[in-house]
C-alpha cells in the first residue's frame, strides 16, 4: 500500500476540532484511507466541510495533504495546537515545512 504524511482533523465537534500530523496508508484505489486501524471513506464531494468519514464510527474528518506553511486547518484557527505523529516528525519538518531546525517539535 502507499502511504504518504497526511493532515487529519476531526469534524464530529464542528468546524475546528483536533487535529494531527500522521501517516495515512492507502488502498489501491485510493478511496479508502487508513490511519492508526481506522479506515476512512472518501465522501465523494458530498461532505459538508468534510471529505472523508471514519467507517465505523460515521464521524467526519478532513484529511489532506500537509502545507508548507502550516496553515492547514480548513478554517481559520490557526492557533490551535495540531500534534505531530513522533514516526513522521522529523521527515515533516524536514522535508514538508522545510524547518529542520523544528524536528523536534512535536506540534504545529
Same mark, same amino acid.
Given at each position: ?18 487535529a ?5 496508508r ?16 472518501? *465522501?465523494? %464531494? ?12 460515521? /464521524? @467526519? !474528518? $478532513? ?6 506553511d502550516?496553515?492547514?486547518? *480548513?478554517? %481559520? ?12 516528525? /522529523? @521527515? !515533516? $519538518? ?15
Amino acid at each position: 500500500m502507499r502511504s504518504r504524511i497526511m493532515y487529519i482533523e476531526s469534524k464530529a465537534e464542528g468546524l475546528n476540532g483536533p487535529a494531527r500530523i500522521g501517516r495515512v496508508r492507502f488502498n489501491r484505489t485510493g478511496k479508502t484511507l487508513y490511519y492508526k486501524g481506522q479506515s476512512f471513506q472518501s *465522501l465523494k %464531494g458530498y461532505g459538508f466541510k468534510a471529505n472523508y468519514r471514519e467507517t465505523e464510527s460515521g /464521524e @467526519e !474528518y $478532513w484529511i489532506s495533504g500537509p502545507r508548507r506553511d502550516g496553515l492547514d486547518r *480548513l478554517y %481559520g484557527k490557526s492557533a490551535l495546537v495540531v500534534e505531530i505523529d513522533d514516526d513522521v516528525r /522529523e @521527515e !515533516y $519538518w524536514t522535508e514538508i515545512r522545510k524547518k529542520p531546525e523544528q524536528k523536534t517539535k512535536a506540534h504545529t
